[in-house]
C-alpha cells in the first residue's frame, strides 16, 4: 500500500511538472486559429481543395489583424504535407473542380466585387474570368466543363435599369406596398421631369427620388428592412449567370425578374436546379415558402419539382446517375408558433410517388451523393458534435460514422476516399482523410499542431441531468487548466446563444474562449438546455412561451452540479451568453443572487419591443404563439421579459453590444443599463464601435480580444485573487 501511495504521488508530481512546462492559451491565440472550410475532391480521386481560413497581422498596424482565405491542394496519394495554391493579401475561396480535372474556378475580390477567376494545375497564373458590375459567386461547371454557372446580387433598382434582366422594362407583379399608391407605377423612372422642391407635385416627387439616390433619405416600405448592420429599404435579388470557360467570355443572366434564385446545381445531363420564391404574387419579405424548380441551361422551360404554399424546400442536390434529388424541408413560418427543424428528403426523377421525407430527428446539411448513388451523406449537430451520417437509399437506413465527441464542418466523398475537415477539444480544425465509411482517419496538415504543441488545454468531462419535464441535458464541466490540490477555483457559467444553438466538443466558435478562461483559472460548465439544436425536434419546442424558467432551471441545475466539484469554489460563480444566452443572464440574474458577477452580451431584454428593434423579429411570433398587441400573448411576452424583473437583478452587470447590430438592437442593451444605473446598481455598458451580432465569431480581430478581456477584467474585480 505504500508503495502505491508513493507510485501515485510521484505520478502526481511528474503531471504537475510536465503541466507547468506547457504554456497556458493566451487570450492572442485567437489569432493563431487556422480553419479549414471547403473542401472538394478531384474527379480523377488523387487531389483535394479546401479553403484554410487565418488571421494575419496588419503591417504598421499594431494590434490590428485582417482575414485572408486561401486555397490549398492535398495530393491524396502521399502523405505529403499540402500546398498552398494562392497567396497574398488578396482572398480566394469557394473552389471548383473542372470535369477533367486540370483545372479550378475560385472567387478573389477586385475592386469590392466578388469575380471568377480561372487556375490551371497544369501550370501558370490565374486569370480573370468575370468582370460583371454585380459581382459573382458560388461558381458551378457545367458537366461538360466548356460553361460556369454562377449567383449576382442585384438590387431592385439595378433590375429596373438593366434591359437584360428585366426585358420590357416590366414592374414587379406583387405589390410594393407604397401607401396612397394601387400600382407600381411610381417607381418608373421619368426622365423627362426635372427634380424641383417648388415645382409641381410630380417635380417635388422627382426631388424627392433624388435624395434617396443621393443618400439624403431612407423611405422604407418594406417588412423586413433591418440588415445585419445597416437599415435595408432597397430589395435585392440572386440572378444567375453562365459564361464560357475563356477570355473575354461574356456572362449572361439565365434568371430573370423580381424575384431570386440560388442555390442552384447542374444535373449530369446539362440542366440546372435551383431554389426560389414560393408565391411569385407575394411580396419577397411575405413569400415564407419556397420551392425547387429546374430549367434547361439557358434557363428556359422551368419546371416545379417541389413546392407546397406550406412549406420551405432547399439544398438541392442531384445523384450522380441523375435519379434521384435530396433536398432539405421545413414548415413555412406563415403563422404564428411555427417552430421547426430541417428534413432530409429524396425526390425519385420521373417518379409518380410522393418524395421519401426522412424520420430522421437532426437538422441535417452537407448534403452529399456517394459516387454510385446509393447512398447520401450529411452532417447534423448532435449531442454537442457535428457527426457525419449515411443513408442507405434502398432501405433508408442512416448510420452515424463519426463521434460526438468531434465535429465535421465540411467534406466530400468520391468512390474510395473521404476528405473532411475535423475540430475536437485538442485541435479546432484539421483536414483529414478516411475511407468512405470515415474509419482509420488519417491527419493531413498541421495548421494548428505547431502552436499546440506546447499548450496546456482543458478537457471537458460529459455529465447529464434531468429536467422538469423529464427531458435529458447533456452538459459539460472543464477544470482550470492548471489546479493545485486543496486550491478552490472561481466557476464560470457559459451559455449559448438562437436558442436553437449547440454547444459541446465537437463545436469550434467557443475552443479559444472556454481554453482561455480555463487557462485563467477558472472552471468552466456549459449545457445544453431546453430549446438548443442537436436533441430532436421536441427538445428544441421545449421553451414554447417559456424563454426564462424552464431553461434557466436546466443551466443553473447543471452549475449547482459543477459547483460539487472539489476545486471549485461556490462563492465565486460567474455567469455570461450572448444573443438569446444575453437574455438568460439577464433573466438568471433577476431570479437568481448565487453569481457574484455577469456579462450580458448582445441580448433581447424587452420581447415586445424586440418586435421593432431586431432583423431576428420573428422569433417572437414563432416561440409565443403571437404578438405584442393581442392582450394574452404580450401577457406571456412580459413574464418572459427579464426587463419585468430589472428591480430584482442586484449581481454586479456588464452589458455588451456591438452598435451596428441590427439582429438584436443596441436599444436593448440600453434599456437594460440605463434601467439598472437609475436603481443604483454596479452596471457598465460597452459599446463596440462598428461592431455587429456576429462579432464575437467573426468580427475585426482587435475587438474579439478585446471582448474576451473585458469579460475576464470584469470578473476579476469580483472573484479575482486579492
Keep these: 500500500m505504500k508503495k502505491l501511495c508513493a507510485f501515485l504521488w510521484l505520478s502526481s508530481l511528474c503531471f504537475a511538472a510536465f503541466a507547468q512546462s506547457k504554456e497556458k492559451i493566451k487570450v492572442s491565440d485567437l489569432t493563431k486559429i487556422k480553419q479549414v472550410g471547403s473542401i472538394a475532391i478531384s474527379p480523377n480521386e488523387k487531389r483535394a481543395i479546401y479553403t484554410l481560413l487565418t488571421t494575419e497581422p496588419i503591417a504598421d498596424s499594431p494590434f490590428e489583424y485582417e482575414y485572408r482565405t486561401h486555397l490549398y491542394l492535398a495530393d491524396l496519394d502521399n502523405n505529403n504535407e499540402p500546398i498552398a495554391l494562392t497567396r497574398g493579401s488578396e482572398s480566394a475561396s469557394q473552389p471548383a473542380w473542372s470535369p477533367d480535372g486540370s483545372k479550378i474556378v475560385f472567387v478573389r475580390k477586385i475592386k469590392e466585387k466578388n469575380q471568377l477567376f480561372v487556375l490551371s494545375l497544369n501550370g501558370g497564373e490565374a486569370w480573370q474570368l468575370t468582370s460583371i458590375a454585380y459581382g459573382a459567386g458560388n461558381p458551378k461547371w457545367s458537366p461538360d466543363g466548356s460553361t460556369i454557372m454562377f449567383s449576382a446580387g442585384v438590387s431592385l433598382s439595378e433590375i429596373l435599369k438593366d434591359s437584360i434582366l428585366n426585358p420590357g422594362g416590366r414592374l414587379p407583379a406583387w405589390s410594393m406596398e407604397k401607401p396612397g399608391f394601387d400600382d407600381n407605377n411610381f417607381i418608373k423612372p421619368n426622365k423627362n421631369v426635372k427634380p424641383n422642391p417648388d415645382g409641381s407635385l410630380v417635380e417635388i416627387r422627382a426631388y424627392l427620388n433624388k435624395d434617396e439616390e443621393d443618400k439624403k433619405a431612407k423611405v422604407i416600405n418594406r417588412l423586413n428592412f433591418q440588415g445585419e448592420s445597416t437599415t435595408q429599404p432597397e430589395l435585392a435579388f440572386s440572378h444567375l449567370y453562365t459564361v464560357e470557360v475563356k477570355e473575354g467570355a461574356q456572362a449572361w443572366p439565365i434568371t430573370k425578374g423580381f424575384y431570386s434564385f440560388g442555390q442552384a446545381t447542374w444535373t449530369p445531363d446539362g440542366k440546372i436546379v435551383m431554389v426560389t420564391q414560393g408565391d411569385s404574387l407575394q411580396h419577397p419579405d411575405r413569400s415564407k415558402a419556397s420551392r425547387i424548380v429546374t430549367a434547361n441551361a439557358d434557363g428556359s422551360a422551368v419546371a416545379v419539382l417541389l413546392s407546397d404554399p406550406g412549406y420551405s424546400f432547399s439544398q438541392p442536390v442531384v445523384s450522380k446517375d441523375n435519379k434521384y434529388l435530396a433536398y432539405m424541408t421545413s414548415a413555412a413560418a406563415i403563422k404564428p408558433a411555427t417552430l421547426d427543424q430541417g428534413h432530409i428528403g429524396v425526390l425519385t426523377f420521373g417518379s409518380a410517388s410522393r418524395p421519401y421525407v426522412s424520420p430522421f430527428d437532426r437538422s441535417a446539411g452537407n448534403l452529399t451523393w456517394s459516387a454510385d448513388s446509393k447512398f447520401l451523406y450529411f452532417t447534423a449537430p448532435s449531442n454537442g458534435g457535428f457527426p457525419v451520417y449515411k443513408m442507405n437509399l434502398t432501405n433508408k437506413k442512416i448510420d452515424q460514422l463519426t463521434g460526438f465527441d468531434s465535429g465535421v464542418y465540411s467534406f466530400d466523398v468520391s468512390a474510395n476516399v473521404a476528405v473532411f475537415s475535423k475540430t475536437e477539444v485538442a485541435n479546432p480544425s484539421e483536414l483529414y482523410t478516411a475511407d468512405t465509411g470515415f474509419k482509420t482517419a488519417l491527419k493531413r496538415s498541421n495548421h494548428n499542431t505547431e502552436w499546440l504543441k506546447e499548450k496546456l488545454l482543458s478537457f471537458p468531462e460529459k455529465r447529464t441531468l434531468k429536467n422538469t419535464k423529464g427531458q435529458t441535458?447533456?452538459?459539460?464541466?472543464?477544470?482550470?487548466?492548471?489546479?493545485?490540490?486543496?486550491?478552490?477555483?472561481?466557476?464560470?457559467?457559459?451559455?449559448?446563444?438562437?436558442?436553437?444553438?449547440?454547444?459541446?466538443?465537437?463545436?469550434?466558435?467557443?475552443?479559444?474562449?472556454?481554453?482561455?478562461?480555463?487557462?485563467?483559472?477558472?472552471?468552466?460548465?456549459?449545457?445544453?438546455?431546453?430549446?438548443?439544436?442537436?436533441?430532436?425536434?421536441?427538445?428544441?419546442?421545449?421553451?414554447?412561451?417559456?424563454?426564462?424558467?424552464?431553461?434557466?432551471?436546466?443551466?443553473?441545475?447543471?452549475?449547482?452540479?459543477?459547483?460539487?466539484?472539489?476545486?471549485?469554489?461556490?462563492?465565486?460563480?460567474?455567469?455570461?451568453?450572448?444573443s438569446y444566452a444575453g437574455y438568460l443572464t439577464a433573466w438568471i440574474v433577476g431570479h437568481d443572487n448565487r453569481f457574484k458577477a455577469a456579462h450580458a452580451q448582445r441580448g433581447v431584454y424587452e420581447l415586445t419591443t424586440f418586435m421593432g428593434e431586431g432583423n431576428a423579429w420573428s422569433l417572437v411570433p414563432n416561440y409565443f404563439g403571437g404578438y405584442p398587441w393581442q392582450e394574452e400573448i404580450k401577457k406571456v411576452m412580459d413574464a418572459n421579459s427579464p426587463q419585468s424583473f430589472v428591480e430584482n437583478i442586484h449581481t454586479p452587470l456588464l452589458i455588451k453590444h456591438g452598435e451596428n447590430d441590427l439582429r438584436t438592437g443596441v436599444i436593448q442593451s440600453e434599456l437594460l443599463y440605463k434601467s439598472l444605473k437609475i436603481l443604483g446598481r454596479e452596471v457598465e455598458y460597452v459599446r463596440m464601435p462598428g461592431g455587429a451580432h456576429e462579432m464575437s465569431r467573426t468580427g475585426n480581430p482587435r475587438q474579439r480580444i478585446d471582448r474576451t478581456l473585458r469579460i475576464y477584467e470584469f470578473f476579476e474585480r469580483y472573484v479575482g485573487e486579492k
Design 473 to 578: 441535458v447533456e452538459y459539460w464541466v472543464m477544470k482550470p487548466s492548471q489546479t493545485v490540490a486543496g486550491k478552490k477555483y472561481p466557476l464560470l457559467l457559459q451559455m449559448h446563444g438562437g436558442p436553437t444553438a449547440m454547444w459541446g466538443p465537437g463545436e469550434i466558435s467557443m475552443w479559444h474562449e472556454f481554453q482561455f478562461f480555463c487557462s485563467q483559472g477558472y472552471g468552466v460548465v456549459y449545457a445544453n438546455p431546453r430549446g438548443s439544436g442537436g436533441y430532436g425536434l421536441d427538445f428544441m419546442k421545449a421553451n414554447f412561451q417559456d424563454w426564462g424558467s424552464g431553461p434557466a432551471s436546466d443551466v443553473l441545475t447543471a452549475a449547482s452540479e459543477a459547483a460539487k466539484e472539489s476545486w471549485a469554489d461556490t462563492s465565486r460563480q460567474v455567469i455570461t451568453g450572448g
